[in-house]
């Protein structure tokens, strides 16, 4: 399992190692005594997998504390670009982003910390599957507009597919008042 | 989530629950929680994905003491025959196995227990992914050749595609001797 630091402090990105032969391939895509081997969080409670048509955007999405997420993210199959803020106040990359290009073709990861809002877009047909640090809680959802001006993400696409839910995501600004001059 | 119990003790079938919208779908494949209401092995430490083409056979093969795993199991892609055979020495239905459609289209899972030996042929090309509640060990692995003739499964494949190691697998009757008459 290779490790590729991020200028993030704990958003990483995990290359895990593929086997294959005449049947296809095989590869460990979690293994608790690696991941402590590590120092990555290893206890997961929640396995989610969403499907997504070119072109869909969904984010940026985050739950408030105490249901605060960690979470492993990757794609089965399909191209995304994977986008992690950091919204850790104390953090001296407090409202930073990092994107990622998760493609199936090399099965890599990222782990994304709590404390960061979330988001990605589809580049092609995609299978997105991701490990949970807490369960889903409904009432402690939360989430910032995807073309946010302040956060300025260059999401690399114009007019993308997203919920009416997502739609209605409050801004940065308006979550962070006091760190916007 | 759906639960179907099979004529084997604590061998299950599970359906969870696919939102659609006009981005995609969504489930949730795992919940910690949900999985200790029902009364099922909740702690999984490993999972594992592979990809096989149309008439690859994997199996049959579980870890000896003390790395036995319980596996829940599933298909991402695709669509395969999976089959488990309760070796418990103490089961009244020791010997016996259970047959499942794995199918990507309806998004089917099964828990096999610690005790079994599994296997499964791809009917298409499929992405098959498992949870295990204890992680590979290559020392402790073993199992039983596919075509065993006192365990006598219908896979409905006469020329699967098999690893050179499953090849050399041992018989059910090597293995348990005192059970075959
Ligand atoms: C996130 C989630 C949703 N659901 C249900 C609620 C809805 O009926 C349906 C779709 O939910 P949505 O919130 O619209 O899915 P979504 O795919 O837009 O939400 C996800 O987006 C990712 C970018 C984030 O990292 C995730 O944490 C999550 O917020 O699934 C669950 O049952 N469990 C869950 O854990
Ligand atoms: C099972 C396993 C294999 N490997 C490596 C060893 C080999 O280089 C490569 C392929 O291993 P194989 O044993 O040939 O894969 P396989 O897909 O034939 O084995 C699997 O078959 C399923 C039917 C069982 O339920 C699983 O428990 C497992 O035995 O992957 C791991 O690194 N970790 C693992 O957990």
Redesign the interface.
């Known amino acids: 399992m290779q490790v590729i630091k991020t200028s993030i402090e704990g958003l990483i990105e995990l290359r895990p190692q593929t086997f294959k032969?005449?049947?296809?391939?095989?590869?460990?895509?979690?293994?608790?005594?690696v991941f402590n081997a590590l120092g990555l969080p290893a206890q997961f409670?929640?396995?989610?997998?969403?499907?997504?048509?070119k072109g869909?955007l969904?984010g940026l999405h985050f739950q408030k504390e105490p249901f605060a997420q960690g979470k492993l993210v990757r794609v089965?199959?399909g191209k995304v670009m994977d986008i992690a803020v950091d919204l850790r106040e104390d953090s001296p990359t407090f409202g930073k982003y990092e994107a990622f290009i998760l493609d199936s073709e090399i099965s890599n990861m990222a782990y994304i910390p709590e404390g960061f809002a979330h988001g990605f877009v589809a580049l092609e047909d995609s299978?997105f599957?991701y490990?949970c640090t807490n369960?889903?809680n409904k009432a402690c959802e939360s989430g910032i507009i995807w073309n946010d001006p302040d956060l300025n993400i260059d999401w690399g696409i114009s007019n993308p597919?997203v919920?009416d839910k997502d739609q209605q995501l409050a801004s940065f600004r308006d979550l962070y008042p006091q760190s916007v001059t």
Chains 1, 2 share one sequence.
């Open positions: 032969d005449s049947r296809g391939s095989f590869l460990e895509t979690y293994n608790q005594p409670v929640q396995d989610n997998q969403s499907f997504s048509t869909v969904r089965i199959t299978i599957s490990k369960v889903y597919i919920s």
